[in-house]
């Protein structure tokens, strides 16, 4: 698994963005994936999960209702769409990877997935 974030950016409060994750590396489809976030001096946060076959889906209280994680497994791809985004929404934003796994207390821990991505920047700011 080799997981690579893009589409991260600055935007204004109230704005959306959307940030994808595709693994250029191996099998993506038996993979379950979570969104992380973090900021200065704060562990890695749930935003969202997805399981393999999208399945189980699960989101943090802060986002959800704002916030849509979906995946296209034909393009090894999970996407986080993120509207009505807010100042406390700034973060370097990660995807994870933990194989064939679907429960709420195994996907929404950052302790249990053991593959991530470099990150990516989402600034929210006017």
């Known amino acids: 698994v080799q997981l690579v974030e893009s589409g991260g950016g600055l935007v204004q409060p109230g704005g959306s963005l959307s940030v994808s994750c595709v693994n250029i590396g191996g099998t993506f489809a038996d993979y379950s994936m979570g969104w992380f976030r973090r900021t200065p001096g704060k562990e890695r946060e749930f935003v969202a999960a997805i399981s393999w076959g999208g399945y189980s889906v699960y989101y943090s209280d802060s986002v959800k209702g704002r916030f849509t994680i979906s995946r296209e497994d034909a393009k090894n791809t999970v996407y986080l769409q993120m509207n009505s985004l807010e100042p406390e929404d700034t973060a370097v934003y990660y995807c994870?990877?933990?194989?064939?796994?679907?429960?709420?207390?195994?996907?929404?821990?950052?302790?249990?997935?053991?593959?991530w991505g470099q990150g990516t920047q989402v600034t929210v700011s006017s």
């Open positions: 994870a990877a933990q194989y064939y796994e679907s429960t709420y207390a195994r996907l929404t821990s950052f302790r249990n997935y053991g593959d």
